[in-house]
């Protein structure tokens, strides 16, 4: 049987670019996230690490560490994510 999530909290723009960016690798350090969105957007170091920070508080990331370094991951799969975001556009 899949593990059920809780309903989570909706997502903006580039926090879902954020999570996006570690589903499609699995799992990221903030650095690795932060050069990519760095490029993309400009954003400050400080600010990647705010959002990760905020989307583990959230229940969207958890992280490991591994050697002093936090490698994050999404605690949902992305499929379990659409299907919540349509059954809220529904339910709406």
Do not use: C
């Not at 997502?11 to 903030?30: G, K, Y």
């Not at 490029?39 to 050697?67: C, F, I, P, Y």
């Amino acid at each position: 049987m899949p593990e059920t999530h809780p309903d989570l909290p909706p997502l903006s723009e580039i926090q879902l670019e954020l999570v996006n960016l570690i589903w499609d690798q699995e799992r990221m350090t903030v650095a690795e996230l932060w050069k990519i969105l760095q490029a993309r957007r400009g954003v400050s170091r400080n600010t990647v690490q705010t959002m990760v920070s905020r989307l583990e508080d959230k229940g969207w990331l958890t992280h490991e560490d591994e050697g002093g370094t936090f490698i994050y991951r999404v605690t949902i799969p992305r499929d379990e994510a659409q299907r919540q975001t349509v059954r809220k556009l529904v339910d709406t």
